[in-house]
């Protein structure tokens, strides 16, 4: 990885919870940190309830500006009657990167079993800009950081990343 120069990139950070306040909130605040001490820089942070309409505005919004090269969610990604964050954004992808769920779910088996089934992690593009939905428990977000989304946001990162075709993404 050292014949590449890392380049930092504008992430935003959404906790998705109709529970969690900005002093108990857990899951952002490691998300905050791991991307901090990758180098990238935290575009924004923001916490909002379980709505699926509130969560897309949001995405929506933060995806329509140039600035914002990718988004964390964390929480809504679960089976139970509020979680909505993959309806929420889901329908906004152009792509779908499927593989990252399914690298997700394999991941997490290996840590905490088959309730790894019950997430419904997903990722995507839109508008160019690289979208990641994660579990709203600490574990989950450190093994999608540590273990894929890191990696796939370091452009040093070989043989391919996810860094290396953004300016490729809004091609037609």
Sequence with gaps: MADREFIPLNIAVLVVSDTRTTKTDKSGKLLELKLDEAGHHLYEKRIVVDDIHQIRAIIACWCANDEVNAILTTGGTGVTGRDGTPEAVSVLFE???????????????????????????????????????????SGACATGWDRIISQ?????????????LMPRLKEI
């Design 95 to 137: 792509k779908h990167i499927e593989g990252f769920g399914e690298m997700f779910r394999m991941l997490s088996y290996e840590e905490i079993g088959t309730s790894s089934l019950q997430s419904r992690a997903i990722a995507g593009v839109v508008n160019g800009t690289y979208v990641f939905c994660l579990p709203g428990s």
């Design 152 to 164: 796939q946001l370091d452009y040093r990162t070989r043989p391919c990343n996810l860094v290396e």
